[in-house]
């Protein structure tokens, strides 16, 4: 069983930074691919950025160049530094960890971006 928890979620301002960190419970974490999605209000939910477990990386093009996934195969966290915040990236940001044929989600960390 796979357990996510996301922290680091709160009020920044736009031009802001913030990290989020996802901490991951369970067993061979390195084998799983990494994700960070965002739900606003009325939303779907979407894709921001994805890292494979060997360090791939993919990112939403809204957020190329702004977020950087990462992650810590030893501490078995994933993270996502923002920068250069704007009010749109306000959302609730959720971690996800996927094998293919299983996905796991965490409960999600709201971040809002004030104008």
């Known amino acids: 069983q796979v357990h996510l928890v996301e922290s680091g979620g709160g009020f920044v301002q736009s031009g802001g930074s913030r990290k989020l960190s996802c901490a991951f419970s369970?067993?061979?974490?390195?084998?799983?691919?990494m994700a960070w999605y965002r739900q606003a209000p009325g939303n779907q939910r979407e894709l921001v950025a994805r890292?494979?477990?060997?360090?791939?990386?993919n990112y939403a093009d809204d957020v190329k160049g702004r977020f950087t996934i990462s992650r810590d195969n030893d501490k078995n966290t994933a993270s996502l530094q923002m920068n250069s915040l704007k009010p749109e990236d306000t959302a609730v940001y959720y971690c996800?960890?996927?094998?293919?044929?299983?996905?796991?989600w965490g409960q999600g960390t709201q971040v809002t971006v004030s104008s």
């Open positions: 369970g067993i061979a974490f390195r084998i799983y691919m």
């Open positions: 890292i494979s477990g060997n360090g791939t990386t």
């Open positions: 996800n960890a996927d094998l293919g044929a299983r996905a796991y």
